[in-house]
């Protein structure tokens, strides 16, 4: 106990040196930085005075889909888009590389938790682990680690299957091209890659020696380095990443801010919605609620509301709305509008293994700082100014994942290409970066992080964040209450199938095979010799000790989804239609991750985005032919309407 209080001290004593640093950058990219601060493209919020009282479309979160949608429709200069979004503008340090660990726990952050378990999470504080969510322009696109990885091929051609036409992998392959502006020079003439899009594709600009370490102790094991994202998912790449000349390339930052002059869209800032207004007669959306401040709004859509939330928020808004499980509503004391036992349920994420260290010897012709990222030696004025006014330097990388693998566990069919595992692979590990920011985002109690990784703080070292691409567990979202402001209940059922606990110790030890190999045997690397106490009984390094590492250290990727699924009518927990117009409700579309049938192979921010691609194609198909239909709500509605 008496450890752990000193580890708290340690890193409360941190904190004020890194405050200053973070201070004196944002001072200099206000001077030397223009392309950061970019005020001429930053979008220009609607003011509450000047909100019209009725919009064509109505889009509520303007995260990796919302953002792609406003975009989209506001193309047809006859159609008038509300673009409503809970967060401000996203903040010049967010486009930053390396600071992506200072955003989550921060107000960008809706700061979302799991329900305490006694299965997983069980190295957290109250066994609870942070689910981190965008609270601003561009959403989760502004928080996360800017990944673009698309999934496997199977992925889609699987959603078809289960009853989702045009959402094979042959159908989706033109939405992933068309947002992309591929940078990445091998890949520009590819067939599956596309120049000119709005979303830039890049290498991360800053990369350590250590990583192609890595990479070729994957080659050494047997796999080859591939491009991900094209034809051969199974091997080893370095990381692509949403970057703009070495910078965050946000959704807001690609579709908003191109977007920004169009006077037929609207952004609203700080504008919580509340609630979807559905006409309970005819069961057709014509509005949304929604707050800014003190200050109650109401707007209508005259052909559509579109609900672009997120996993977590999507099915809270519809439950709150009146449609979802008619049991669990009453309960809450909502009046259900439709009952949709499937909203909030099949909730899916990608489940890692955290907190996995080697110790390395660097080699005698590189120092520390050289060869790893070490934090106390990385981070100070020389490389903030550097990065500010030279525009080069560690700023600019990313050591939570410089490059990835996808691997076949024993469970996988290695003549498939259908990797059952990936693997982060990283600069940085617990240690080296003394619990700064690894311990703080994941919620990790002092006691653990003291005696797993105190006595051996800043050693030369890397990690490999094993996850598990498909899981068979499945969770949930509930309502605590009708309170808009109470999170959600988070249940992400974790482990619940034994088979993924089985799938992810084995990546785990791939981990493990992986240090063994002779390019990585010539670093010395060794695992961290500390083991968690709990999980002494079982060997080391045995599948037993890593299933038992898992339960411990368990880490959510940050990859919700499947809470609104898209399915046809015939199967009862669908939410949505193939053209993800929501079953039983009129006028009301759900676009954003939670639309997944089933999780895609791999990280789903270029998916979601997808998603918003084809879905705003779908929805100008839709209304092709509007002059020849006609509205049929109840009086009292068309009435409303009319004022």
């Not at 063994?516 to 390094?541: G, R, V, Y």
Request: with cysteine.
């Amino acid at each position: 106990m008496e450890t752990a209080r000193l580890v708290a001290f340690r890193i409360a004593a941190t904190y004020v040196p890194e405050l200053s640093l973070l201070i004196l950058l944002q001072m200099l990219i206000g001077v030397y930085r223009r392309d950061i601060v970019d005020r001429p493209h930053r979008v220009k919020p609607v003011s509450l005075f000047n909100l019209r009282n009725e919009y064509d479309f109505v889009v509520i979160g303007a995260g990796s889909a919302g953002s792609v949608i406003a975009n989209r429709l506001s193309e047809n200069g006859n159609w008038s888009v509300l673009l409503l979004e809970a967060g401000m503008d996203e903040p010049n340090l967010s486009d930053v590389p390396i600071l992506v660990p200072i955003l989550q726990l921060s107000p960008l952050d809706w700061q979302f938790k799991t329900e305490p378990s006694d299965n997983y999470c069980q190295a957290m504080n109250e066994h609870r682990c942070n689910w981190p969510r965008g609270k601003v322009l561009g959403g989760s696109s502004v928080l996360n680690a800017m990944l673009y990885v698309r999934g496997n091929k199977k992925d889609y051609d699987q959603w078809e299957e289960l009853g989702n036409p045009g959402w094979n992998y042959e159908s989706v392959l033109p939405y992933f091209k068309k947002s992309e502006d591929m940078k990445i020079e091998q890949y520009k003439n590819s067939p599956y890659h596309q120049t000119g899009g709005y979303l830039t594709v890049e290498y991360f600009k800053y990369r350590t020696p250590v990583i192609d370490y890595l990479m070729q102790a994957g080659k050494d094991i047997g796999y080859n380095v591939v491009d991900v994202n094209g034809a051969t998912q199974t091997g080893f790449t370095y990381s692509h990443g949403t970057l703009r000349d070495g910078l965050r390339c946000s959704t807001a930052k690609a579709f908003l801010r191109s977007a920004s002059k169009r006077e037929n869209l609207h952004v609203s800032v700080r504008s919580r919605a509340e609630k979807i207004l559905i006409d309970s007669e005819s069961k057709m959306a014509y509005g949304v609620q929604f707050r800014i401040g003190p200050i109650r709004r109401k707007v209508k859509a005259k052909r559509e509301v579109i609900l672009s939330a997120g996993a977590i928020q999507s099915p809270q808004l519809l439950m709150l709305s009146g449609v979802g499980p008619k049991d669990h509503l009453n309960d809450i004391g909502v009046d259900t509008v439709h009952d949709a036992p499937g909203v909030g349920e099949n909730l899916q994420d990608h489940v890692a293994i955290g907190g996995m260290a080697y110790l390395i010897t660097p080699p005698a012709n590189y120092t520390k700082k050289q060869f790893i990222f070490d934090l106390p030696e990385s981070l100070n004025i020389d490389s903030v100014e550097e990065f500010a006014i030279n525009r080069t330097g560690v700023m600019y990388a990313l050591p939570i994942c410089e490059a990835m693998a996808f691997i076949n566990s024993k469970y996988a069919n290695e003549t498939d290409d259908y990797p059952d595992v990936q693997i982060f692979l990283a600069s940085v590990a617990d240690e080296s970066e003394g619990g700064l920011f690894e311990k703080r985002g994941t919620n990790v109690a002092d006691e653990f992080y003291a005696v797993m990784y105190e006595n051996i703080l800043y050693r030369s070292s890397y990690s490999g964040v094993p996850l598990l691409l498909r899981p068979r567990s499945r969770g949930y979202i509930k309502l605590r209450s009708k309170n808009l402001n109470e999170h959600p209940i988070i249940v992400p059922n974790y482990f619940q199938d034994p088979h993924d606990l089985d799938v992810l110790a084995e990546g785990a030890d791939f981990m493990y095979k992986l240090s063994q190999t002779p390019t990585l045997k010539s670093l010395n690397a060794t695992a961290n010799p500390n083991l968690i106490p709990e999980c002494i009984p079982f060997e080391f390094p045995s599948i037993d000790y890593w299933k038992c590492f898992a339960r411990f250290y368990t880490m959510t990727i940050y990859h919700p989804c499947g809470t609104c699924k898209m399915g046809p009518a015939s199967d009862k927990m669908a939410v949505v239609d193939s053209r993800l117009r929501v079953h039983g409700i009129k006028r009301l579309r759900v676009i954003d991750a939670s639309i997944m049938p089933n999780i895609v192979s791999g990280n789903t921010n270029a998916p979601t985005i997808m998603i918003a691609e084809k879905a705003a194609d779908m929805i100008k198909e839709d209304w092709f032919g509007e002059s020849k239909r006609k509205d049929r709500f109840s009086p009292s509605i068309q009435k409303w309407l009319k004022q």
